[in-house]
C-alpha cells in the first residue's frame, strides 16, 4: 500500500526557512514524479513544485529561486527546502504521487508565516 507521510511544518518568521519532508512507503520515490501542493485558507489547492524520476525539477513562479525539491533515494524521502518565507506562503502543503493512474496524498503539514 502506497503512503505518502509529510513532516516538518510549523510557524516561521517571514524571511525564515523550513524544510519539509514527505516519506514514502510501499513505493519507491525515485521511480515517478512527486509533486508538492499548497492550499492555503479559502483558496484551491496548487501544484508549487515537482521532481521527476530523472531528477528534473520544476517550480511554479511565486517559489522559484526560494524553494528547492530535492530527493533522498536512500531514505525514499522528498524534500521541499523553503527559504525567505513570506506570509502568502501559509497554508498546509501536500506532496502526491500518481501510480497506474491513482492519486496518492501525504496527509499535510501546516506552515505558519508570521511575526
Known amino acids: 500500500q502506497v503512503q505518502l507521510v509529510e513532516s516538518g511544518g510549523g510557524l516561521v518568521q517571514p524571511g525564515g526557512s523550513l524544510r519539509l519532508s514527505c516519506a514514502a512507503s510501499g513505493h519507491r520515490v525515485s521511480t515517478n514524479a512527486i509533486r508538492w501542493f499548497r492550499q492555503a485558507p479559502g483558496k484551491q489547492r496548487e501544484l508549487i513544485a515537482a521532481i521527476t524520476s530523472g531528477g528534473s525539477t520544476n517550480y511554479v513562479d511565486s517559489v522559484k529561486g526560494r524553494f528547492t525539491v530535492s530527493r533522498d533515494n536512500a531514505k525514499n524521502t522528498v524534500y521541499l527546502q523553503m527559504n525567505s518565507l513570506k506570509p502568502e506562503d501559509t497554508a498546509v502543503y501536500y506532496c502526491?504521487?500518481?501510480?497506474?493512474?491513482?492519486?496518492?496524498w501525504g496527509q499535510g503539514t501546516q506552515v505558519t508565516v508570521s511575526s
Open positions: 502526491n504521487t500518481v501510480l497506474f493512474s491513482f492519486e496518492y
